[in-house]
């Protein structure tokens, strides 16, 4: 049974910095391609960033966040981590931890999620 449970969503300032947890069970997170996807109330999941498997461990991220997020992953550990940093309130949303095998910014090509953590961001 795969599991994959976020954690070290809160209530930040703005500017400030969180550290997301995605801890998987079930499976290897460097067999996948492992995202962070967001959804803000009354708007769609949207892509966030995302590493790919194996030993090339590419990372993308959406323009938006570019230059302040930091998706990493520990093997040993089977946990994807994304750093956020000089949060905005348009940050706010809950953050879901995915992985798939396919094109890694479209949500429909992630086979497994998490249950989301909430970031809120206070200005």
């Known amino acids: 049974q795969v599991q994959l449970v976020e954690s070290g969503g809160g209530l930040v300032q703005a500017g400030g910095s969180l550290r997301l947890s995605c801890v998987a069970s079930g499976l290897t997170v460097r067999s996948y391609s492992m995202g962070w996807f967001r959804q803000a109330p009354g708007k769609e999941r949207e892509f966030a960033a995302a590493i790919s498997s194996w030993r090339a461990g590419v990372t993308y991220y959406a323009d938006s966040v570019k230059g302040r997020f930091t998706i990493s992953r520990d093997n040993a550990e089977n946990t994807v981590y994304l750093l956020i940093n000089s949060l905005k309130p348009e940050d706010q949303a809950v953050y879901y931890c995915?992985?798939?095998?396919?094109?890694?910014?479209?949500?429909?090509?992630?086979?497994?999620w998490g249950q989301g953590t909430q970031v809120t961001v206070s200005s």
């Open positions: 995915a992985a798939g095998v396919g094109r890694y910014d479209d949500p429909e090509q992630y086979n497994y």
